[in-house]
Each structure stands twice: as structure tokens, then as C-alpha cells.
């Protein structure tokens, strides 16, 4: 019903910027919060950042001052914009969505993520 793609992962030097894209398409009638996880091999999922509909952010601490999350709600699109990244970055980054869906209700919708890799 609700299908999230992301785009723009790949590898980035040490210190480089990359932007990520989220489109969230589908019988969507609505979309509330959207955020950003991260997994490293061997680790937790953990919240990177997120943005409510009414624009309000949320970061993890060691993200804040780097990163910048946006949406476009005409889009149904959420961005990251990650900045003087590090190795410690590196994991697949996924992104989640609270969709409303006629005759389903309110419910989280993931993507199927993609690779960011800092490294020289």
C-alpha cells in the first residue's frame, strides 16, 4: 500500500557531504512523522534524526550540528543532508515514515535502505 525508496547512498571520503532521499509513494493519505535509522554490521538500529509535519527536528547526538533533515510535503519526500561525515558513519541508512492510509489507519512504513560508506 505504502512503498518508501531511498537514494543517494554510496562511498564518501572522510569529511565529505552526501544527500539522501526518501519518496514515500502509494495510497497515502496522509504522512506524519519521517526520520532516518542507520544500522553498522554488528550493531543496533539507531535514530539518526527525525521531522514532525509540522517541521519540528530531532537529532541523534552525534549527528547534531552535521546533519539536516528536511521534507517536502508535496513530495512526500524526506532529505538528509549529512556533512563532515566519518568512518563512524558508515552503515545502511533507512528511512521510516507514519503514514495514514484510508481503511488501514495510522502505521510506520520502512524502506529497504541504503549503503553509506566513509572511508579514504
Known amino acids: 500500500q505504502v512503498q518508501l525508496v531511498e537514494s543517494g547512498g554510496g562511498l564518501v571520503q572522510p569529511g565529505g557531504s552526501l544527500r539522501l532521499s526518501c519518496a514515500a509513494s502509494?495510497?497515502?493519505?496522509?504522512?506524519?512523522?519521517m526520520g532516518w535509522y542507520r544500522q553498522a554490521p554488528g550493531k543496533q538500529r539507531e535514530l539518526v534524526a527525525t521531522?514532525?509535519?509540522?517541521?519540528?527536528?530531532n537529532y541523534a547526538d552525534s549527528t547534531k550540528g552535521r546533519f539536516t533533515i528536511s521534507r517536502d510535503d508535496a513530495k512526500n519526500t524526506v532529505y538528509l543532508h549529512m556533512s563532515s561525515l566519518k568512518p563512524e558513519d558508515t552503515a545502511v541508512y533507512s528511512c521510516?515514515?507514519?503514514?495514514?492510509?484510508?481503511?488501514?489507519?495510522?502505521?510506520?512504513?520502512w524502506g529497504q535502505g541504503t549503503q553509506v560508506t566513509v572511508s579514504s
Open positions: 521510516n515514515a507514519d503514514v495514514y492510509v484510508l481503511a488501514v489507519g495510522l502505521r510506520g512504513y
Open positions: 502509494g495510497s497515502i493519505f496522509s504522512i506524519y512523522t
Open positions: 521531522i514532525s509535519r509540522s517541521g519540528s527536528t
